[in-house]
């Protein structure tokens, strides 16, 4: 069994930063890919970005490209998104996951709580 903690969500003011950690406990399979999603509120949850096991395949949502970063410390069991240059339509509760190289939500199995993030203008 995995479990994700999420960490690093708040309150910024838009053209701020924040960085983002998931912490994965248990074993995780090197074919696994992780990934961040984000959920607004009244929308569904989207992709955010996705990164290959050793780190050096990454994907993107268009909104995220250029402005946010994904990586992952395997020796750690962690992964971050750091976000730059955040805007009010950042707001959301942002979910890590485990799963299958996918943008799409049915292929990741393992997710944390969220965290959550605020974007003020």
């Known amino acids: 069994q995995v479990q994700l903690v999420e960490s690093g969500g708040g309150l910024v003011q838009a053209g701020g930063s924040l960085r983002l950690s998931c912490a994965a406990s248990?074993?995780?399979?090197?074919?696994?890919?992780m990934g961040w999603f984000r959920q607004a509120p009244g929308k569904k949850r989207e992709f955010v970005a996705t990164?290959?096991?050793?780190?050096?395949?990454?994907l993107y949502a268009d909104s995220a490209k250029g402005r946010f970063t994904i990586s992952r410390d395997n020796a750690k069991n962690t992964m971050y998104l750091q976000m730059n240059s955040l805007k009010p339509e950042d707001t959301a509760v942002y979910y890590c996951?485990?799963?299958?190289?996918?943008?799409?939500?049915?292929?990741?199995?393992?997710w944390g709580q969220g965290t959550q993030v605020s974007v003020s203008s």
């Open positions: 990164i290959g096991w050793s780190g050096g395949g990454t």
């Open positions: 996951a485990v799963g299958h190289w996918s943008t799409l939500e049915a292929a990741y199995f393992y």
């Open positions: 248990g074993e995780i399979s090197s074919v696994y890919a």
